[in-house]
């Protein structure tokens, strides 16, 4: 694997958490130990976007962002990576393809809160990624009845699995996707931005 590259063995079972981490929160820390137990992961990723199509300003610069992300979560099965800026590639759908290409036999699911299931219609070529590869997506305060009733969720209903079905998501086959419900963090990248805690 190239320098700086994030190691997984095939068989493995990684969960991929993407987005601007501008900046990283406790909440963030919450959905990935959560994902880590409930879905039986090995690993999980923090792909740290370069940019975020859908939001008009670019984030703060990648090599502070993956300063404070690695300070904050310091988990043996955690790696904070800026594999998206290595691969060049601007769309999830696109960086799902690559990674399937460069990790073959590694499991990988998609980890999203319930806050970017209820706008995941919007995201470019979103149902590539319904039939790329399995979805988990975890509560957020506020937003369970907005993502139950989102356009990707009414259309994938039928394959939508049970919470029982957890710890089997990263070996679905797609498109399968899961909304856990359970304990959350009131914390987001916005409000931290809006206090002040975090200047770009």
Same mark, same amino acid.
Request: hydrophobic share 45%; no cysteine; glycine share 8%.
């Given at each position: 694997?190239?320098?700086?590259?994030?190691?997984?063995?095939?068989?493995?079972?990684?969960?991929?958490?993407?987005?601007?981490?501008?900046?990283?929160?406790?909440?963030?820390?919450?959905?990935?130990?959560?994902?880590?137990?409930?879905?039986?992961?090995?690993?999980?990723? /923090?792909?740290?976007?370069?940019?975020?199509?859908?939001?008009?300003?670019?984030?703060?610069?990648?090599?502070?962002?993956?300063?404070?992300?690695?300070?904050?979560?310091?988990?043996?099965?955690?790696?904070?990576?800026?594999?998206?800026?290595?691969?060049?590639?601007?769309?999830?759908?696109?960086?799902?393809?690559?990674?399937?290409?460069?990790?073959?036999?590694?499991?990988?699911? /998609?980890?999203?809160?319930?806050?970017?299931?209820?706008?995941?219609?919007?995201?470019?070529?979103?149902?590539?990624?319904?039939?790329?590869?399995?979805?988990?997506?975890?509560?957020?305060?506020?937003?369970?009845?907005?993502?139950?009733?989102?356009?990707?969720?009414?259309?994938?209903?039928? /394959?939508?699995?049970?919470?029982?079905?957890?710890?089997?998501?990263?070996?679905?086959?797609?498109?399968?996707?899961?909304?856990?419900?359970?304990?959350?963090?009131?914390?987001?990248?916005?409000?931290?931005?809006?206090?002040?805690? /975090?200047?770009?």
């Amino acid at each position: 694997m190239r320098q700086g590259y994030p190691k997984a063995a095939a068989g493995l079972k990684v969960g991929l958490l993407g987005g601007s981490f501008d900046p990283p929160h406790l909440g963030h820390v919450h959905i990935t130990r959560r994902a880590l137990r409930r879905f039986d992961l090995d690993q999980v990723w /923090w792909l740290l976007s370069p940019g975020n199509p859908l939001k008009p300003d670019a984030p703060a610069a990648m090599a502070r962002r993956l300063h404070a992300a690695r300070a904050l979560v310091r988990h043996p099965r955690v790696q904070v990576t800026d594999i998206e800026a290595r691969l060049g590639t601007r769309y999830t759908a696109d960086t799902l393809r690559r990674l399937a290409a460069l990790y073959p036999g590694v499991s990988f699911v /998609w980890l999203m809160g319930a806050d970017n299931l209820a706008g995941f219609h919007r995201w470019e070529k979103w149902r590539d990624i319904m039939e790329q590869v399995p979805i988990g997506v975890l509560a957020r305060p506020g937003e369970q009845v907005r993502a139950g009733l989102s356009p990707a969720a009414r259309g994938y209903a039928r /394959w939508r699995l049970p919470k029982e079905a957890a710890p089997r998501l990263a070996l679905a086959r797609p498109p399968a996707w899961l909304l856990l419900s359970g304990p959350m963090v009131e914390a987001s990248s916005t409000a931290l931005r809006r206090a002040g805690a /975090w200047i770009r």
